[in-house]
């Protein structure tokens, strides 16, 4: 039987005073100087931005073409800075404002499927939308700042401290993903001199800071070797969905829980098959809109490519495995990240960003999730 878990300021003490030590600026250069996994995923040449008059569905193909999930927003007029813009918050504007029944109770047992048509004629009048309202609201953070430390960025901007029933998206205690950083760099040119002027250089996610903290681990805690169980990463409550569950109803019950992720099964309670996750609406277009009316098992075979079309949909012309249900067939191709309750936190933190993935469930000998583990859930344990 594992051993009672140590208080948490003290059996991460290295890490948490790692972050403390670390200026803003100086992290960002070391993190460019990451090599292999640890430097994680291209970033587009230059940072992109958005402005409040931009529409919803000009957000949705430049986030697709680049392969992102969110952006800066700036005020059309004054310039200004006023928040982020992510997936997220584009498809709490569809819950909210377009589809509010999905958010009621008993909707999904009288609505087994949703119109495509429907769907797709919806997404023409949401995505001429402006960005104004979709806005949540992102600490903005000076890249020089000899004050500021990286320990009060995961605290403060990331907010992982906030308790997780309070993650909902409509809560103001929201946890952030990721946040921007400003440099103060010269503007326009007058005769004496350039004028100065603020510019959004970098945006800094939890995962960054996971990979910071990864490239040093092993000069860091022994408790980074402890288990996920030890840890009390395993809970056995971990949220699921079934795969012919329709991916906008699915989308719905993340957002009514505040989740960033949603297990995948065959059957109720059956063992986990999947992840459905909001990073799944990556490259998800205005004109194919009606792709969260699909079961989820065909939403995530199209948007990852493996062997399902837009065309089959609209035709349904599916594979058999899809088409009679068989979803842990169907969905055998798509990877799924898991481990178990003995897997040590440290073997859980290489999955997150060897796979470049924002959640590792741990599945117990049945296949069945008891527990997860996000870049949230990593940075909350260390900063404790």
Known sequence: MPGPAAQPSRQFFNAKNTLERKHLGEFLHELQALQGPLAGPSKPPELVKFTTASTVGEAMK?????????????????GEYVGMVDVADIMAGVVRGVYPELLERGFLEQHKRLSISELQSVGVDFCSRKLGNLLHG????FK???????????????????????????HHLRVHHRVAVFDILPGEQTPDGPVPEWHITDIVSQTDVLRFLAARIDKLDAAFDRSLEELGQVTRDVQTITACTPTL??????????????????????????????????????????ALALPVGSFLLLQKGKGLRWEDCLTEQLPPAV?????????????????????????????????????VYVVDEEGKAVGVVTPTDALRLVSA
Request: charged residues 20%.
């Open 249 to 290: 109803a699915a989308f719905g019950t993340m957002h009514r829980k505040g989740l960033s992720g949603i297990g995948v099964t065959e059957t109720e309670g059956g063992p986990l098959i999947g992840n459905l996750s909001l990073s799944d609406l990556r490259g998800l277009t205005p004109d194919r809109f009606g």
């Open 62 to 78: 430049t986030l697709a073409a680049y392969n992102i999930l969110s952006a800066p927003v700036s005020d059309a007029t004054s």
């Open 323 to 359: 088409k009679e249900g068989r979803w842990s067939e169907a969905l055998a191709s798509i990877p799924l990240v898991a481990v178990k309750p003995s897997t040590t936190f440290r073997e859980a933190i290489a999955n997150l960003i060897d796979h470049n993935k924002h959640r």
């Open 144 to 170: 020089g700042d000899t004050e500021s430390n990286l320990l009060e960025v995961v605290e403060t901007g990331f907010r992982v401290r906030v308790p997780p029933k309070l993650h909902a998206p409509h």
């Open 138 to 141: 992102g600490d903005l953070w």
